[in-house]
T-cell receptor, first 116, second 110 residues
Framework: DAGITQSPRHKVTETGTPVTLRCHQT?????MYWYRQDPGHGLRLIHY???????DKGEVSDGYSVSRSKTEDFLLTLESATSSQTSVYFC???????????????FGEGSRLTVL | EDQVTQSPEALRLQEGESSSLNCSYT??????LFWYRQDPGKGPEFLFT???AGEEKEKERLKATLTKKESFLHITAPKPEDSATYLC???????????FGPGTRLSVLP
């Protein structure tokens, strides 16, 4: 199994509070991703990173920010949580390279966030 | 914009009853099509990558095939332990983002 650890695995918080989810990898993969998964919507990309301090937005990035100060860590921050951000959040990594190589995604176990 | 749809949304099979799941896609230059399995409360688990039309991959009771517009995941003589949600995703030549379909929830009854 790919070495991906997400923390916390479960969190309940209140509307308006900041929340940070952490993803840690031991595979030295270049690419890291944050997805959210909701019934009826499947997996939707929030943000991704293609290197240290290199990040870009996904399709549902509003209300979220990310940081990657080290290859192994990718943080997802909700500056002021809202009930619409109640979801299961998955971190994924890939050794996707430029050119013709593809690298499949490896996922963490997920972080279940409830915003009351 | 790349898009992926999957059908059926849910499928119930009796043990041993073979069937197929469909993944239809539109993509601006396919770099890879991926199949994943997801068990409740777990992260998706990688199954296959297909790169070009006509390609096939097999793993135990699963076989994935690819055409220019769709992919099929064939399940032969399924067992209850094959029950899971199966996700399809595509990656195009120009991006770094994987676009996922909504998944097919498979239940195999003993």
């Amino acid at each position: 199994d790919a070495g991906i650890t997400q923390s916390p695995r479960h969190k309940v918080t209140e509307t308006g509070t900041p929340v940070t989810l952490r993803c840690h990898q031991t595979e030295n993969h270049r690419y890291m991703y944050w997805y959210r998964q909701d019934p009826g919507h499947g997996l939707r990309l929030i943000h991704y990173s293609y290197g240290v301090k290199d990040t870009d937005k996904g399709e549902v990035s509003d209300g979220y920010s990310v940081s990657r100060s080290k290859t192994e860590d990718f943080l997802l921050t909700l500056e002021s949580a809202t009930s619409s951000q109640t979801s299961v959040y998955f971190c994924a990594i890939s050794d996707l390279l430029a050119g013709n190589n593809t690298g499949e995604l490896f996922f963490g176990e997920g972080s279940r966030l409830t915003v009351l | 914009e790349d898009q992926v749809t999957q059908s059926p949304e849910a499928l119930r099979l009796q043990e041993g009853e073979s069937s197929s799941l469909n993944c239809s896609y539109t993509v601006s230059g396919l770099r890879g099509l991926f199949w994943y399995r997801q068990d409740p409360g777990k992260g998706p688990e990688f199954l296959f990558t297909l790169y070009s039309a006509g390609e096939e991959k097999e793993k135990e009771r699963l076989k994935a095939t690819l055409t220019k517009k769709e992919s099929f995941l064939h399940i032969t003589a399924p067992k209850p332990e094959d029950s899971a949600t199966y996700l399809c995703a595509v990656l195009n030549h120009y991006g770094q983002n994987f676009v996922f379909g909504p998944g097919t929830r498979l239940s195999v009854l003993p």
